[in-house]
């Protein structure tokens, strides 16, 4: 059994961040990363890009993000290959986000939250990305043991994909958007923790020009990752516009933009530092 944290998630990331800068990086095995690669889509091709990454990154971003759809694929080898990924990433020193999206009723909830949240699970992460699109509520089980377990959870609020608005700009009877709402409950999680709260919301970087619809108080006292940066065509440029003042709370998420300098290991570590110096850049100015 892995030992529970001694620290709160939101304190741990924030030493990550100030140590190793902000930068999240994805492990998404995508079929045509495989195949870039020069990998077999199957276990073998899996096992060795997610190896890849995990050495080439692990002991230098703050954050791996590991894409559990992309090993699910192949079924139980699969997980047992996220396992090992995720085992090895925290041994050298970065913190694990599960993107796994979860999101059920309460006592279904309770489950998935033990196989991310609790340290007696394989599957045992820092943090793991929920939806809140069965209530907010419903997330309670998940929320209650990343509590417990010094461990975090990350939820829907302002997703990077364009069909995201029409659920998360929807106006509420009381005037407020469902988003808005979402980084209310956010809020309310963090109050008093510091120096960083363990509940963070997903806000994608892509979102420049439609924020404010959203009515978005993105002021958490919790971490907002932003994917969107590299594929989706969002940049670290696009950072301190659609953050603002809560941009030093921001985790940046690079998935294919880093992953397609792969299999090289010189050459993933390149990127990323790339990436990381454009995301400094960008804060600074
Ligand atoms: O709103 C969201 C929430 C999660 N994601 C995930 O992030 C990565 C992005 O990958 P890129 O290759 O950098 O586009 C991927 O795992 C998504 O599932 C997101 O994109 N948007």
Redesign the pocket.
Known sequence: MTPTPAEPFGARLRRAMDERGPLCV?I?P?ASLLADWGLSDDIAGLERFAMTVVEALADRVAVL?P?S??FERFGSRGVAVLERAVADSRAAGALVLM?A?RGDIGSTMAAYAATYLDPASPLFSDAV?VSPYLGYGSLRPALDLARESGTGVFV?A????PE?AEVQHAVRADGSTVAATMLDHLRAENAGAAPLGSYGA???A?LGTTLGAAGADLAINGPL?A??????GATAADLPKVFGAAVRDVVP???????RHGPDVAALRESAARFAGEVREAAAA
Do not use: C, M
């Open positions: 994805g998404d995508h993000k894409q759809a992309f993107d999206k990305t829907l302002l997703t990077s994909n995201g997903v806000v994608g892509t990752l994917p969107g940066i590299g594929a989706q998420n690079v998935s294919r933009g880093v992953l």
